[in-house]
């Protein structure tokens, strides 16, 4: 199969969903005459009549001009059978995410196409082996997930089973470019990639929601400060948590119950109660209204400080340096720098505020041989914008004087202290070096390469980086380090360092 012999072929959707509906609109905007078919009668000519509604939209608001949406409209046909697949070079399959529904799809149009037409499944979480079984043609059978709405996002994952063959995968990759998108290798695992190295995302918060450690507001407020577009409590709420917990159980189940992927109690008590976030109205947050924005907390100035050092080496230590020289400005003076030292933050007249390495503020507190020591959450991007969330946490033998003197500091340096349990990693450390863990565990396994990994992230989850683009910025030694202290901490199999950041941390 060749990129020549897809382009500008005819194409058949099969399933007129959202999903479905999206693909023709985007096949049709490449300039492919669009088949699309759905089982119940009259679903494709109502998709069409939406569709044509979408577009007129669209003009009106100037975002394509009106001979482009009728020459898209008028090359998408509805079609009342799978015979329209007749001279299709390629069938694109957008139905329910059942397996024995998709392998009877696939084999009723193998009686109906050429055989060198392509065959792709759109499926999000089923193996594309597992559907090609039976196939006469197994090897003509490639995923290609698109991401919903089909028309806006870029990503689309072209994801191999072990019988595609690879000039087919190949050919769907350029066609991808073709149809405006960004196309990325996915070998046939489960969850492929943004599914499953997305996992932790949300898995890391129910966690912390377990042990009472952070309420909704304060994990999404961390997040968001940390660059997420969205925090994980109000994304399952608008993804549903019905469908995000059938997600993570259908991912644990295919990866023979890997405590990596195990589903949250947290979550299976809303399920099982019917609070499925935006569409039941009501999940983590009350419906219509949107996740309620935590109040303005006011703090006081730091109290005055004989001395004050800076420790560490890295570029979280500079911006620390800056900011502590601004605080202390009015005083007339500014901090010291220790650059040889094994933590990063500030000591405070033999007070500590430390960067999170994974351990909580009363384990270091022991290290330290000081009762009065405060951890802080990593900030992914520097330097960072007045009053962005970070989590704070403090030892428990801490005075009541260096609890208040520990927030303050945070908001003079510039963010938005939230007072968090003294769990370890915190919130954002834990949750950025779990996303780096299994997108590593992913390239180990050959699921994706590390450009991919980074670019199905960003485009199919809006991530405002890539795992190894923070992999880059932070260090292999330093969320192994965190993933250590979980592991330590929590002790079983979830937390294990992924083989390949080993061998890197090995290497370097």
């Given at each position: 199969?060749?990129?020549?012999k ?8 099969v ?24 089982a ?13 509604k979408s ?15 009728a ?12 015979e ?6 390629l069938?694109?399959?957008a139905?329910v ?7 009877a799809l696939?084999r ?6 050429a ?8 499926t ?6 597992a559907i090609?079984?039976?196939?006469q043609r ?61 996992r932790?995302?949300?898995?890391e ?39 995000n ?23 299976r ?10 569409k ?13 924005a ?14 004050v ?39 405070i ?9 994974g351990r ?6 022991v290290?330290m ?16 914008a007045?009053?962005?969330?970070l ?10 004087h260096?609890?208040?003197?520990a ?13 968090v349990?003294d769990?370890?990693g ?15 565990d ?5 699921v ?20 190894f683009?923070?992999l ?5 030694a ?18 294990r360092?992924s083989?390949w ?8």
């Open positions: 199969m060749s990129l020549e897809l382009n500008g072929a005819p194409v058949l959707v399933g007129a969903g959202i999903m479905g509906a999206g693909i023709a609109q985007v096949a049709a905007q490449a300039g492919h005459r669009v088949f699309l078919h759905d119940r009668e009259g679903a494709a000519a109502e998709a069409k009549a939406r569709l044509a577009l007129d939209a669209l003009v009106a608001k100037g975002k394509l001009d009106a001979d482009s949406a020459q898209t409209l008028a090359r998408i046909e509805a079609a009342s059978g799978l329209a697949a007749v001279g299709a070079g069938v694109v399959e139905i995410e059942q397996l024995e529904a998709k392998r696939f009723q149009l193998e009686a109906i196409v055989d060198d037409c392509v065959l792709a499944t759109n999000s979480s089923i193996s594309v082996t090609a079984n039976g196939l197994p090897q003509r059978l490639v995923g290609m997930h698109f991401f919903n709405p089909v028309p806006v996002m870029k990503l689309v994952e072209v994801v191999s089973g072990l019988q595609t063959d690879p000039a087919v995968a190949a050919a769907i990759f350029e066609l991808g470019k073709r149809w405006a998108k960004v196309p990325v290798h996915a070998r046939s695992t489960p969850g492929f990639i943004v599914n499953r190295i997305a932790p995302y949300y898995a918060s129910l966690a912390l929601l377990l042990e009472r450690a952070a309420t909704p507001p304060v994990l999404d407020a961390c997040l968001r400060g940390a660059g997420f577009r969205m925090g994980p409590c109000e994304l399952m709420d608008l993804i549903g948590h019905d469908t917990f059938a997600v993570t159980n259908s991912v644990y189940e295919a990866n023979f119950q890997d405590k990596r992927y195990m589903p949250s109690l947290v979550q008590e809303m399920v099982d109660g019917g609070l499925f976030g935006r039941s109205g009501r999940g983590f947050y009350q419906y219509p209204n949107d996740a309620p935590l109040p303005v907390a006011l703090h006081e100035a730091p109290a005055h400080a004989s001395e050092t800076v420790h560490g080496d890295d570029a979280i230590a500079d911006f620390l340096e800056q900011a502590a020289t601004a605080a202390l400005a009015a005083q007339g003076w500014g901090p010291a720098r220790v650059r040889e030292s094994d933590w990063t933050g500030l000591a007249d033999g007070q500590r505020l430390v960067l999170t390495d909580c503020a009363s384990e270091l507190a290290s041989s000081t009762h009065e020591v405060a951890v802080f959450d990593r900030p992914l991007s520097l330097p960072a007045p009053g962005t969330a989590a704070f946490a403090v030892a428990d033998g801490a005075s009541e260096w609890r208040s003197q927030a303050a500091w945070l908001a003079a340096l510039g963010f938005a202290p939230l007072p349990a769990a370890p915190l919130v954002v450390a834990r949750t950025v070096a779990m996303l780096v863990n299994e997108a590593a992913a390239v180990l396994q050959g994706c390469t590390p450009a991919g990994a980074d670019a199905a992230m960003k485009l199919g989850v809006n991530y405002p980086a890539g795992p683009e923070w880059a910025g932070w260090s292999v330093g969320v192994a380090s965190v993933i250590d202290a979980l592991d330590a901490e929590y002790r079983g199999e979830r937390y360092v083989p950041l080993r061998r890197q941390r090995g290497a370097n």
